[in-house]
């Protein structure tokens, strides 16, 4: 992520939030899969003021016709993805935060959610079940969410 | 995509994503604010066009949904916020019963309004208004609903001229120049979020996107004119937003055709190649104008044409994904909260920070220990310095046989934790120490250590409990609680009396310029910190016997014999006292409150002193303030404990007399005097342990009947029950762990009851009882006739069947059965907080001289089998018959939302109640007696109903007798079953009225209807004359 590199593989809160406006502005420059929306920065609010510094980058409404890509799809039939890069302070990394849910709104299952996953990773996460997809509360709600363990 | 010919407009119905969030966002406000009003909530949904070529947008309903519309500012380019109304009814059957075109109807009308005042003009967005039924099941953590965007109806089809791809339909120059322009619309933060707009073409290609309030100026000036919109889909229909947007088109701009734009998006820009323009034609509506017009409407969501709104699926979501780990909390803390839909609103975050601690982990430790969970505390610290042993198991009521050996403050945490995992619990083993023992030389550092080990326990909780069994051993905390002015609550029983207080505060310090240490000692106040008259501890009242009582006491007075089930009723009001305390302003400085006078806490009254009785059914309030002698909490005391410190302490504990110097007191006045009846009753434990119980609910009541009962010494018990364990229910039903979770009832308290007396034979039916008003489909029937005949069975072959469920329907064939087999029934039945215990009367006997079978029947006499008239039961009182009085109720009558303790108090009373009844000569037939009576019982008195208020302190006994038209216990209602059993049972069963009829309610509400209108009528013209 970002340019920045660093020897011991941790990042500090300000290199995070300036590598993550950069891949804001590369990522409009390129041309990804149509299914892609943009990435954004949003602030961390503390008591409805917005943060200056604090944020976190999110990609919301990714749309994933699990299994075959069909054109025609019923409403119910494809899950919607969030997914929030968040930096860790314990770990000094940047943190990926994700959740699903059926596009009616119900939220994803870890179960569901596996079979959305590429064979390979379903593979890892078999292998070191606590180690790779964990929930975690985010900490800017207060509501549990899926992390990928850093 | 070359539209051949006009053909009637279709278009895509928009695809909605209410998010989980959202949902329960929707519970905690409806379980935090809203409570039983269910009147509509405007939300906010989040509307977007197209973002990508192969799926159409969906509508969102996220968390920020719920947010009142005037303080959400939430909103941006694919978020464009737009106004919706939400209707979430109290209970399934409101939300079956929605009358949805209706109300489809009425928020259509409201689109009409506002295209016709030109709202829509300001507010574009207004034109896709929507709408959310839903019923959110909190207690089972669900939501069912649908959503409608409520359309407008033309009287005639709306033509579809052309429709074709923008990009196809402009010329090169005009999809440049209007890309141009859709960037700039859709880069503001102001016109990024309106869905509607004008796109004004000039001649030379230049294109425009205007407001829709531009509408006016920008027509018939030459220029290709396009109302434009956000279009949600993906395929070659133009979006459902199109038609309340032709409706205002043909309204405000009077004219029958338009051409249109759908505006889509493909990674933020616009799409051209994707967007639609088409051109449709339509006739004006008629009466549109009309004021009280009420449009026709479609636009539920799944709706289909031709179907019943009835049978439109709701959509469910299952909240319990959202957060596993806080909900069971919250579960077990639900009835706190239902409490504030009605009655009170619980101070949650104040109990759940109080610090308990509890001196002692007996029979009163136990069940305050559980009861403040249930509360709501979560802070425990249990002192004792005790054994589990096997005769405690029956009355101690969270030990079982594992626990044996083990020291009680070691065995009480893992037993508080399976019922609650939230509770914090600390046991530490300690021997409190005790006026009046010697010190000797060898324990005196001991000792002395334990003082100074309880001092610091005093200082850092906020309420101390004082459950220990000895009085003297009340004495050090006693002072410690007053010296640190904490809340401290005594608990003391003595056979069949109890006496449950709060101690009153510190003294506060005179003012008058020393120094604060100083004054701290010389210069104590009479009054408190608020300048009130200090409350007296249980040491003020009787400066009593400072010598050491366990050896001069009888054995009876040192095992500290106490009739069952008064412990229940003790550790119920000193908890309740607790809640009431806190929750009061003034807390520790409140003044005591004597029952009968009014107050103006929500709560109710805060006493001083409880003083009851079990034997007598008598219940006083009593204030008493500090005494000046006082051997605990008076001035002289303090000072010197606070001058001498733990000096003074290990001197008053060594020799007592000490204190009598130090307070002046004189003379010794007698020690607590409640009991006069002497220990030695004679109780007859073959009677109980042969008598056969039946006890119908293993709920809360359930679990502590059959627990108070095994304490009795019955050891024959039989359960039913048709539920299973939930999390919510281990806090409040005293025998259930975390581990019999989804296990029914029926069956897991079996293992409770013998792990706590082995002795016991028991026996769970998991069976529903059939009850009244809940109609029975022809498939169920068979069952429901089956459980009909086995409830039969089961109450003809127990001696008592004790009534312990929670609707007043389910209490109805029991009661027939029990009256009809002459049969012992005894009633448990809890309000909010107030509780009825009562025993049935006696079936009716027969009249003489008809011996031969068939025809006895009918010849049921109004008297007992002794001749005596018969008491009432449960229904007697009814002027209707008992129908379900379930499912139209809000979630917090559903649950019968009861303050903690409230249970435990009726259940000590009912056990009580029976052991009382099986003594007497009588049995089932024995009088009514009214407290104040004097009674020949061996056990005391023996009330036919005893009922008890918890925030008015009353303790009523009453006494009715059987009606003639009860609708269970009536000699009209017994011979029909004993004509036609069961048959009866199950047209009852189907239609209750029927009961009315039989017994002659219904002439009876007949003419108190007719008389009650002529009383208003009368009241009419009084009020009128008055003018």
């Given at each position: 992520m970002g340019g920045s590199s660093v020897r011991d593989g941790t990042l500090s809160l300000g290199d995070f939030v300036a590598s993550a406006k950069a891949l804001i502005e590369k990522w409009k420059g390129i041309d990804v899969d149509d299914s892609l929306p943009d990435w954004q920065w949003k602030s961390f609010c503390k008591m409805g003021v917005p943060s200056e510094e604090e944020g976190y980058l999110a990609l919301e409404g990714v749309y994933n016709n699990h299994g075959e890509r069909q054109v025609q799809s019923s409403s119910d039939s494809f899950h919607v993805y969030d997914y929030h890069v968040v930096y860790s302070f314990s770990y000094k990394v940047p943190v990926l935060y994700f959740q699903g849910h059926q596009a009616g709104g119900q939220l994803l299952t870890i179960d569901e959610i596996k079979e959305d996953l590429p064979s390979h990773s379903l593979k890892l996460l078999g292998e070191s079940k606590w180690t790779f997809i964990t929930r975690e509360e985010h900490p800017h709600f207060s509501r549990p969410w899926f992390i990928l363990h850093p | 995509m070359e539209a051949a010919a006009a053909r009637p407009l279709q278009v895509a119905a928009i695809g909605v994503c209410a998010e989980t969030g959202f949902w329960d966002s929707l519970r905690r406000l409806k379980l935090d604010v809203l409570g039983t009003d269910d009147s509509p909530i405007p939300i906010t949904g989040y509307y977007t066009p197209r973002q990508y070529e192969k799926i159409a947008s969906l509508f969102r309903i996220c968390p920020e949904s719920i947010l009142p519309p005037s303080a959400n500012s939430f909103g941006d380019r694919n978020n464009c916020p737009v106004p919706g109304t939400l209707l979430n009814t109290n209970n399934m059957r409101g939300f079956q019963n929605l009358d949805r075109a209706l109300i489809l109807r009425a928020e259509a009308k409201k689109i009409l309004h506002d295209i016709s005042s030109g709202n829509v003009e300001e507010n574009p967005s207004l034109l896709l208004r929507f709408l959310v039924i839903s019923f959110a099941d909190l207690k089972n953590w669900k939501v069912y609903y649908n959503v409608a965007f409520p359309s407008l109806v033309f009287d005639s089809k709306i033509t579809l001229l052309s429709l074709k791809f923008a990009s196809s339909a402009l010329s090169q120059e005009e999809v440049t120049s209007l890309s141009k322009a859709f960037i700039e619309w859709r880069k503001s933060s102001e016109t990024t979020v309106v869905p509607f707009f004008l796109i004004n073409i000039t001649q030379d290609s230049t294109a425009t996107v205007r407001h829709l309030k531009d509408w006016k100026a920008c027509q018939g000036n030459g220029q290709k004119l396009l109302f434009g919109f956000y279009d949600h889909g993906n395929r070659g229909f133009p979006g459902w937003a199109l038609r309340n947007y032709i409706a205002f088109v043909s309204l405000r701009c009077k004219i029958e055709k338009v051409q249109f734009f759908c505006y889509r998006e493909k990674r933020g820009h616009p799409d051209l190649q994707q967007s639609l323009i088409g051109e449709a034609s339509f006739l004006a509506p008629h009466g549109w104008d009309a004021p009280d017009y009420v449009p026709e409407a479609i636009g539920w969501e799944g709706e289909t044409i031709?179907?019943?709104?009835?049978?439109m699926k709701p959509k469910e979501i299952d909240?319990?994904?959202?957060?596993?780990?806080?909900q069971d909390e919250e579960k077990q803390l639900m009835h706190l909260k239902l409490m504030g839909w009605r009655h009170f609103a619980v101070n949650l975050d104040k109990l759940s920070s109080a610090r308990c601690l509890l001196l002692g982990a007996g029979t009163l430790g136990c069940e305050v220990a559980r009861l403040l969970m249930t509360w709501g505390v979560r802070k425990l610290t249990v002192v004792d310095n005790g054994c589990v042993s096997m005769s405690d198991l029956v009355k101690q009521s969270l030990y079982t046989d594992k626990d044996c050996g083990v020291p009680r403050v070691t065995a009480i945490v893992p037993h508080l934790k399976e019922r609650c995992s939230a509770v914090e619990v600390e046991g530490i083993q300690m021997e409190i120490p005790i006026l009046g023992h010697n010190i000797s030389a060898s324990n005196a550092a001991s000792v002395l250590d334990d003082c100074k080990r309880l001092q610091t326990l005093v200082d850092s909780n906020d309420v101390v409990f004082l459950l220990n069994e000895t009085r003297e051993s009340m004495w050090l905390p006693t002072l410690l609680c007053a010296d640190k002015n904490k809340i401290a609550i005594a608990a003391l029983l003595k056979y069949d009396s109890y006496l449950v207080m709060r101690h009153g505060a510190g003294p506060g310090i005179k003012g008058g310029g020393m120094d604060e240490v100083i004054a701290q000692i010389e210069?104590?106040?009479?009054?408190?910190a608020l300048g009130r008259q200090r409350l007296g501890c249980c040491f003020c009242s009787d400066i009593a016997s400072l010598v050491n009582s366990e050896y001069t006491g009888t054995l009876d007075q040192h095992s500290t014999v106490i009739s069952p089930g008064l412990t229940s009723v003790a550790s119920g009001k000193a908890v309740e006292l607790f809640a009431r305390m806190l929750h009061h302003p003034d807390e520790i400085h409140a003044p005591g409150d004597i029952a009968g006078t009014d107050t103006e806490h929500q709560l109710g009254l805060l006493p001083h002193q409880m003083q009851g009785s079990l034997s007598k059914c008598v219940l006083s309030t009593v204030l008493c303030n500090s005494s000046s002698n006082c051997i605990a909490c008076s001035n002289a005391v303090l000072s010197e404990y606070r001058r001498r410190g733990f000096y003074f302490v290990m001197q008053a504990i060594n020799c007592p007399t000490h204190l009598k110097e130090l307070t002046n007191i004189s003379d010794l006045k007698k020690p607590f005097a409640c009991s006069k009846i002497s220990a030695s009753i004679p109780v007859n434990l073959e009677k109980l342990s042969s008598a056969r119980c039946l006890l119908l609910g293993a709920g809360t009541l359930g679990c502590d009947v059959a627990r108070i009962l095994m304490d009795c010494g019955v050891r024959k018990i039989t359960i039913v029950d048709s539920g299973r364990v939930v999390v919510s229910n281990l806090a409040r039903q005293s025998l259930y762990t975390s581990d019999d979770r989804d296990s029914p009832k029926a069956s897991a308290i079996l293992g409770h009851l013998k792990e706590r007396c082995p002795s016991v034979i028991a026996e769970g039916i998991k069976m529903e009882i059939p009850m009244p008003g809940h109609p029975v489909s022809p498939n169920e029937a068979a069952s429901v006739l089956e459980e009909c005949k086995r409830l039969q069975e089961l109450v003809a072959s127990h001696d008592a069947i004790f009534l312990l469920t929670d609707t007043r329907e389910s209490r109805w064939l029991p009661t027939l059965l029990c009256a009809n087999e002459n049969k012992i029934a005894i009633t448990a039945a809890l309000g909010y907080d107030s509780y009825l215990v009562m025993r049935h009367g006696a079936g009716p006997g027969t009249s003489r001289g008809n011996p031969d079978g068939d025809a006895a029947a009918d010849k049921l006499s109004a008297e007992d089998a002794l001749g005596r008239q018969r008491l009432g039961c449960y229904f007697c009182n009814d002027v209707v018959a008992p129908v379900d009085?379930?499912?139209?109720?809000t979630l917090d009558q559903q649950c019968t939302v009861t303050r903690p303790g409230l249970a435990s108090i009726a259940s000590g009373r009912a056990a009580d109640l029976f052991t009382r009844l099986l003594h007497h000569p009588d049995g089932i037939h024995a009088q009514g007696e009214i407290a104040g009576t004097n009674s020949e019982g061996p056990l005391g008195l023996l009330p036919h109903q005893i009922r008890g208020s918890l925030s008015q302190y009353n303790l009523l006994t009453l006494l009715g007798y059987s009606s003639s038209n009860c609708t269970a216990c009536s000699n009209a209602v017994l011979s029909e079953y004993q004509r036609r059993g069961m048959d009866f049972v199950m047209q009852v069963i189907n239609e209750p009225t029927y009961l009315e009829d039989l017994t002659g309610i219904t002439d009876l509400m007949k003419s108190a209807a007719y008389s009650q209108v002529e009383w208003i009528d009368e009241a009419d013209d009084d009020e009128i004359d008055m003018l």
């Open positions: - | 031709g179907k019943e709104y009835k049978e909240l319990s994904s959202i957060n596993p780990a806080s210069n104590l106040s009479t009054e408190d009085s379930v499912s139209n109720r």
